[in-house]
């Protein structure tokens, strides 16, 4: 992989993964558009790190001393209580990863299932953000809302899902405020990026060769700025703005890429 291609896909992975756009399908999209040979689900699992670091530095200080705090001071409280919900959350697309790992990795990645995904969540997206009540806040949350979150997450295993997108949608239809749900989805990435990252460390590495660990360290590294970044813009967003824009640009790009596919010009495994 050359080092251009692996800051672009980067810069990609940055910017797209907390905005419900789907980095998956972004780049997915980016090397069949470019000619250039798909990586694959394994180093877009790895790159996906580089988004971990920005989470974990945009909330700092909630993830390294308020929720501990709370969790060991008061774990009834609904501070101490999120934790916990957290993992309970990750659960179903740790599972869900394992059970369905040669679809992800096959299948899922056709171009077909990826326009699909764009079009129908962009659809729901705006329904569901139109009708939303913004009451809630994440100490409102219960036990079943987090689980119900968590499976929304593991929609996201499908290229073009988005798990920012499904998770905030799903948060959205159990009332939260946008600027909650879209906090809880960010912490509720730590632990399945992290998880996914460094179980398909070896899998990317192998997949792309030995040459490949430079342009991967530093699309990693890319990623991580390009994502702090984008948490940060897309918290003062959902402060004031809806979801529509996010929901249009993604049914319009679902929309491109079945005309792409319709008239030859991509195939749906193009660069696999």
Request: proline content about 5%.
């Amino acid at each position: 992989m050359s080092l251009w291609f692996a800051i672009v896909m980067g810069a990609v992975q940055g910017l797209t993964e907390f905005l419900p756009i789907s980095s998956t399908a972004h780049l997915r999209i980016l090397p069949a558009l470019l000619g250039q040979h798909d990586p694959g689900a394994a180093y877009t699992a790895v790159l996906q790190l580089g988004t971990l670091v920005a989470v974990l530095v945009y909330f700092a200080r909630e993830v390294f001393v308020d929720l501990p705090r709370a969790l060991f001071t008061d774990p009834r409280s609904p501070r101490g209580r999120l934790p916990l919900y957290l993992i309970l959350a990750t659960l179903p697309i740790a599972v869900a990863g394992i059970a369905l790992e040669d679809f992800i990795v096959g299948d899922a990645r056709s171009l077909w299932v990826v326009s699909a995904t764009l079009v129908g969540v962009g659809v729901a997206m705006a329904v569901i953000d139109a009708r939303a009540r913004n009451e809630r806040k994440i100490d409102d949350l219960r036990l079943l809302d987090a689980f119900i979150v968590g499976c929304a997450q593991a929609l996201a295993l499908v290229p073009g899902v988005s798990r920012s997108g499904a998770t905030i949608c799903c948060a959205l239809v159990l009332g939260l405020r946008r600027t909650e749900a879209a906090r809880f989805s960010f912490l509720l990435s730590i632990p399945a990026i992290a998880g996914a990252g460094v179980f398909q460390m070896d899998d990317a590495i192998d997949g792309l060769g030995a040459d490949a660990v430079t342009p991967l360290v530093v699309g990693t590294l890319v990623s991580a700025l390009v994502g702090y970044a984008s948490i940060a813009w897309l918290m003062r967003f959902l402060g004031t703005r809806p979801l529509f824009g996010f929901a249009a640009y993604r049914v319009a790009l679902g929309v491109l890429l079945v005309a792409l596919l319709a008239a030859g010009t991509l195939s749906p495994f193009a660069g696999v």
